[in-house]
Structure formats: structure tokens, C-alpha cells
């Protein structure tokens, strides 16, 4: 196993084998295939209920969430079995789509117990995506979409992970703050660097494509029915998407 | 500042304990200083100008006038306690007087401790004129091995005089073998305002406490809060009630209760009296291993125009929560004590940073039992 920030390049940093998840006895994902190398970023499709969420999820270690089949690595270390907190130690690191509000847990806070950063520069982590008014308020008490998806990525920086897993980043923000989340989740990604300095992956459910005017990515793979059906180019896909629907995916399942 | 005198009696282990309820024998963030160890009153004194902190023997002998507050907003025939009480020969408890427009900044305290095996009775008047304010920490603590049998009967009259203040911080540090028996009340003149804090995070045998605020003045405001810890073995049984009597008047009574075992009955009670008055209660309870919360919010309304609402919630941790934080790399026990100190965070209205702090103090000492 490679600790977290050190790790060969040209390498694969999540590799999936043949899994199979179950939630509640009832088998959601199949058969399931993916590889990430270091430095990549790959996007998830697909419609409604095909599992993308669940893929995420799983990755992560949430409960309910019942690996039947196949592995999971990371980093070269099979992952099956441990805690979601051993999984962020590694370098994982994903932003919820729903967070739960805490009550009395200040967002400054989380972000200590995140990251063991001083004030001043967990200040300096909020400024760069406008919530320092937020440090002291409860954590996604009354946040507004957009202000949830800044304190996600503004958690995701002071954790600085390896592999982010992104779930609909730009569902619910308008149209200025995308730009602020966007370039976030950039540096996120080491996308401000040369390529071949690239260390961070990640990977992105998204519907509108939007996030991809502010990020490269690398691969795109389509999911229906808990299985991932193809592969491509990202932008490619999601443009057919938007002339055709998922029709030709649905289609796939015949 | 003078220091307390601190009777030779007093062991490392008793002051670690007075420590943990609030009470600085060193006197540094404190004006005023009330000390009973069991029935011997070790020490009453204040700096403050305009207040007066002294036992309740020497101020019913300086002040003939007192009478009028003594034994009033309570009633002797009340219950076994109060008959207990008010049949001493020899009063012990202290008497806390703001004049008017008098102001402590530095808070006062009031350390009541239980060295023995007996029944300590104090009866208590705390009074604010017109304009005062008063701040109080009152800390109650038993030393670590008092043995079966030990209780405490307490008696407290508090009047709030016209646009006065009264903040009283009861922190509690008790035995496993201690009965606690408060029996308080409260009496609002016009714009008055009376926060009552209570915290208990350590084990106790048995707390059974309701304390009262009439609020007959127009405008007046009521506060209760109370946070506790509930262990195996422990029992409390904890209400308050306001009583809206004028117009204007509003009362906010806000439990947070966590069981590891024990019982805690949360009771609560808002009457309506006239027009234009509110009211709102909550309790918030956490099961982390079997026991019970029952919580029994009721609200009474009488006319038209008063506006009352309670809410009460009993449950445990969401996993959702947990695993919120196991993603951020907080190992799961971490998650777990970080979402109590969370849930048990209660910021009270009106009450000054030190108070703030010493309550904040309590809970973070009890936060590695979680």
C-alpha cells in the first residue's frame, strides 16, 4: 500500500473487478468494471436510477451498501471491508449530493477535525469559494444548494484527496457560483497543472455536463440498469445524450 | 480580590470538584463568592458595588424587610422538602441582593458541598432591584465518597425587580448515592428577564426539580435550559414552567437529555394566561444505550391571543451523520462524540461569555465518557 500523496505515476489508482453490490438483499450493480490511472478523471452517465449513486457509495464503504461480489482497489490495496474513515485515510475523498445538517457542529469545526489546519489557513480554504461567512454557522443548517456544494468542496480541499468522487457537482447552483465551483474542484483535480505533474483522479456523475467546461477529462462511461454499458469520450457521449436521449442505452439492454 | 478562605478540611479531590462545577477558589473570574459545606457557611462576600452576598441567618437579621421575600414564591407546605426546610431552627443558604441599577460583570458564585452522610438544607433568595443585574454560578458538588444517604434540599426564591436581569448557572457534580431535591421559583415584575441554566453531566442517584417563573410583568422574559446526562443507575426527573401572566411576557424552555442508561423524565409546562403572550418548548433526547426518556411537554393556553408550541424528538445518532464525518476521517468513535458535543450545544440568549464558557466547560469535561 502507498500512503496518501505518494504514489507511482503511470499507475492504476482505483481498480474495480467484476463487483456486484446488493442493497437491502436486492442486487443494484452488476458486474461492474472500471480503472482509473493516476491522475484521471473519468465521468459517470447514465439516467435516473441506473446506479452511479450507488457505484459512489460503495467505493466509499457507506453502510447498506453490500459488496456480494468482485473487489475494489485502491492504491493497489484491496478496500473491501474497511471503514469509510480508513478509506478517507487512504486518500478518498467524495462530496454528497444530500449531506445531512448537524446541529451544533459549526462547518470550522468539521474543517479542523478534517484537516488539523490552523484557523488562518482553513480562513484562506473559505475565502477561495466565498464561505468564510459560513465558518461558524451549523453545518448545512440552511444552506442554499449552491452555499451545500461550496462547504462540500471547501470540506474536499483542507482533506486533500487523492481520488475525488463527485456526485451531480453542479445540480442546484446557478450559473455564477458554477464558475467558483468549478474552478474549485479544478485545483481539486490538479487540473491547474501540466498533465504530466497530475497526480489527483476523480470521478463525476453528471446530467448537464456543465462541469466539464472547467475541468479535462479523461474518460467517459455510460451506465443503465447497474451495469456500465459503454465507454467514450465524455463530451461525445453526453452530446448524443442531449440529441437522443438514452434511448440507444435503453436500447443497449436488449 | 480577595481569595476564599478555603477551610483546611477541603481535600485536592474536593477542590478538583468544586473546579469542575464552576468554582474558583483563586477568585479571578469571580465578584462575589458564597461557600456551605454541609451546614458550616465558609465564606459569603462581594466586591461588586451594589451587591450584597451574605448567609441567609445574617441577612434576615440585617434586613427585617426580607421577610416579605422569604418563603413566598415558594410555600413551606409545599412538600416533604420544603416542610423539611422551613422546620430548621438555624436557616442555612444565602442571600444574593442587586440594588438598583447595580451590574456584575464578573459573575457571582455560589458553591453548596456535601462532605457527609446527611441531609444538607439551604434555602436561597436571590433578589435584582429595578435596572440590576445579576450573574450567578451556582455549583453543587458531593465529595467523591460521601457514602449512602447523603441529599440535598434547596431551597431558591428568586425576584426579578423592574427591567432587572437574573442569570442563575446551576452546574452539578453529585455522587452516585445523592439525592437532589431544588425546589425554585421565580417572580417577574415588568420587563424583567430570567434565564435559568441547569447542567448535569455526571452520575447522580436521584435530581427531581421543577422549578417556576411567574412572569406577572408586562414584557417579561423567561429562559430555561437544561442539558444532561442521564448515567446507568441515575435518575432525574426535570421540568420547568412559566407561567404567562402579562401582557407581552414570553417564556422559551429548552431541554437537551442523553441517556447512557439512566432515566430521565423531561417534563415541561407553559401556561397562557393573557393576550399577547408566547411560548415555546423543546426537548431534544438522545438514547445511547437503553434507558429512558419520557418526555411530557405541555402547554396550556387560556385566551385567544396567546401563541404556544412545543416540540420534543427521542432517538438515537443518525448513521447518515456518522458516516458524514467517517468520510471526512474521523474514526467512527470521534463522529460520534463530535455529533453529542454538537447535539448538546446549547448557545443561551442574553448570558455572558464566562457563564457561556464555564457551561461549555462542563459538557467538554464529561466529552471523553461518550
Same mark, same amino acid.
Given at each position: ?254 | ?256 437529555? =442523553?441517556?447512557?442508561? *439512566?432515566? #430521565?423524565?423531561?417534563?415541561? /409546562? +407553559?401556561? &397562557?394566561? %393573557?393576550? $399577547? !403572550? ?8 438522545? =438514547?445511547?444505550?437503553? *434507558?429512558? #426518556?419520557?418526555?411530557?411537554? /405541555? +402547554?396550556? &393556553?387560556? %385566551?385567544? $391571543? !396567546? ?14 451523520? #456518522? ?48
Amino acid at each position: 500500500m502507498f500512503p496518501r500523496g505518494q504514489y507511482n505515476p503511470g499507475t492504476v489508482m482505483l481498480d474495480i473487478k467484476d463487483l456486484h453490490v446488493e442493497i437491502g438483499g436486492k442486487e443494484i450493480l452488476h458486474d461492474i468494471n472500471l480503472q482509473i490511472g493516476e491522475g484521471e478523471t473519468h465521468v459517470l452517465m447514465g439516467p435516473n436510477g441506473s446506479g452511479k449513486s450507488t457505484l459512489l457509495m460503495t467505493i466509499m464503504g457507506f453502510s447498506g451498501y453490500t459488496v456480494t461480489q468482485g473487489s475494489i482497489r485502491f492504491k493497489g490495496k484491496e478496500i473491501n471491508g474497511l471503514p469509510v474513515n480508513e478509506r478517507a485515510k487512504m486518500g478518498m475523498g467524495i462530496m454528497f449530493q444530500r449531506p445531512p445538517t448537524i446541529s451544533g457542529l459549526k462547518l470550522s469545526k468539521l474543517l479542523t477535525a478534517a484537516s488539523g489546519e490552523t484557523k488562518e489557513e482553513i480562513e484562506k480554504y473559505a475565502k477561495a469559494v466565498n464561505m468564510e461567512r459560513f465558518l461558524d454557522r451549523d453545518i448545512n443548517k440552511g444552506f442554499s444548494g449552491g452555499e451545500i456544494k461550496r462547504s462540500e468542496v471547501l470540506q474536499l480541499s483542507v482533506q486533500h484527496p487523492d481520488f475525488v468522487m463527485l456526485d451531480e457537482p453542479e445540480s442546484g447552483v446557478d450559473l455564477e457560483n458554477i464558475s467558483l465551483i468549478g474552478a474549485a474542484i479544478g485545483r481539486l483535480l490538479d487540473k491547474d497543472k501540466h498533465i504530466v505533474h497530475r497526480k489527483k483522479s476523480g470521478l463525476i456523475i453528471t446530467h448537464t455536463g456543465f462541469i466539464l467546461d472547467y475541468i479535462d477529462t479523461n474518460q467517459g462511461h455510460m451506465m443503465c440498469d447497474g451495469m456500465i454499458k459503454c465507454h467514450g469520450a465524455a463530451r461525445e457521449m453526453l452530446k448524443e445524450i442531449r440529441e437522443r436521449g438514452y434511448k440507444e442505452c435503453m436500447e443497449c439492454r436488449k | 480580590m480577595q481569595k476564599v478562605d478555603v477551610p483546611g478540611s477541603l481535600t485536592p479531590d474536593d477542590r478538583d470538584r468544586m473546579a469542575q462545577v464552576g468554582i474558583d477558589l483563586a477568585m479571578t473570574t469571580r465578584c462575589g463568592s458564597y461557600l456551605q459545606l454541609n451546614q458550616d457557611v465558609a465564606h459569603a462576600t462581594c466586591s461588586e458595588t451594589g451587591i450584597e452576598v451574605m448567609s441567609i441567618a445574617d441577612a434576615l437579621e440585617r434586613y427585617p424587610e426580607l421577610e416579605k421575600n422569604y418563603w413566598k414564591v415558594v410555600q413551606k407546605d409545599k412538600d416533604d422538602v420544603t416542610k423539611h426546610v422551613a422546620a430548621q431552627k438555624n436557616p442555612r443558604g444565602y442571600v444574593i441582593i442587586g440594588r438598583k441599577g447595580s451590574k456584575n460583570i464578573l459573575p457571582i458564585q455560589a458553591c453548596l458541598y456535601l462532605g457527609k452522610e446527611q441531609i444538607q438544607h439551604v434555602h436561597n433568595i436571590i433578589i435584582a432591584e429595578e435596572d440590576a443585574e445579576l450573574h450567578i454560578v451556582s455549583g453543587c458538588a458531593s465529595a467523591r465518597h460521601v457514602g449512602r444517604g447523603g441529599a440535598h434540599y434547596g431551597i431558591s426564591e428568586f425576584y426579578v425587580g423592574k427591567n432587572a436581569k437574573i442569570s442563575f448557572t446551576m452546574i452539578h457534580t453529585w455522587g452516585e448515592e445523592i439525592e437532589v431535591y431544588p425546589r425554585s421559583a421565580a417572580l417577574l415584575s415588568e420587563g424583567a428577564t430570567f434565564l435559568s441554566n441547569y447542567v448535569c453531566m455526571q452520575p447522580v442517584k436521584k435530581v427531581q426539580m421543577y422549578p417556576t417563573a411567574t412572569l406577572s410583568g408586562e414584557r417579561s422574559v423567561a429562559r430555561f435550559s437544561s442539558i444532561v446526562i442521564a448515567s446507568p443507575g441515575s435518575s432525574m426527573d426535570l421540568g420547568s414552567r412559566a407561567i404567562l401572566a402579562a401582557k407581552g411576557a414570553s417564556a422559551e424552555l429548552i431541554t437537551r437529555a =442523553i441517556t447512557r442508561g *439512566g432515566t #430521565i423524565i423531561s417534563r415541561g /409546562e +407553559i401556561q &397562557g394566561k %393573557v393576550d $399577547g !403572550t408566547r411560548g415555546h418548548l423543546e426537548c431534544k433526547g438522545l =438514547i445511547l444505550k437503553d *434507558g429512558l #426518556i419520557h418526555a411530557i411537554p /405541555e +402547554i396550556h &393556553g387560556e %385566551v385567544v $391571543g !396567546t401563541e404556544l408550541s412545543h416540540e420534543a424528538a427521542v432517538g438515537k445518532i443518525a448513521q447518515e451523520e #456518522i458516516e458524514y464525518l467517517m468520510a471526512r476521517g474521523l474514526s467512527e468513535e470521534e463522529a460520534t462524540a463530535t455529533i453529542i458535543r454538537g447535539f448538546l450545544d446549547v448557545k443561551i440568549q442574553g448570558l455572558p461569555d464566562a457563564l457561556q464558557k464555564q457551561i461549555d466547560a462542563a459538557i467538554d469535561a464529561a466529552e471523553s465518557g461518550f
